[in-house]
């Protein structure tokens, strides 16, 4: 087998989205969000419903922040 790349153009999507979800799970404000993650081709779409816009601005950097991540698309909203 190929050696492990840290190259993250060849991240799996699947990854992403264990990577992603597992970072916002660790996050305080975030553990029980309810944030969404699916990953196509390295873009990242977040839907869900937040407390606040706080807590959409840290699972956006959360997200960015996430291996193989290219793109992130916020499709969260806060709760009225």
Do not use: W
């Amino acid at each position: 087998p190929a050696a492990a790349s840290s190259d993250t153009a060849h991240v799996a999507d699947a990854d992403v989205t264990k990577h992603v979800k597992t970072a916002l799970r660790q996050a305080q404000a975030l553990e029980r969000a309810g944030v969404a993650v699916v990953t196509t081709k390295g873009d990242v779409r977040l839907t869900g419903v937040l407390d606040n816009q706080a807590q959409i601005d840290e699972a956006i950097r959360i997200a960015r922040a996430a291996d193989g991540a290219h793109t992130i698309h916020d499709e969260l909203t806060v709760r009225k």
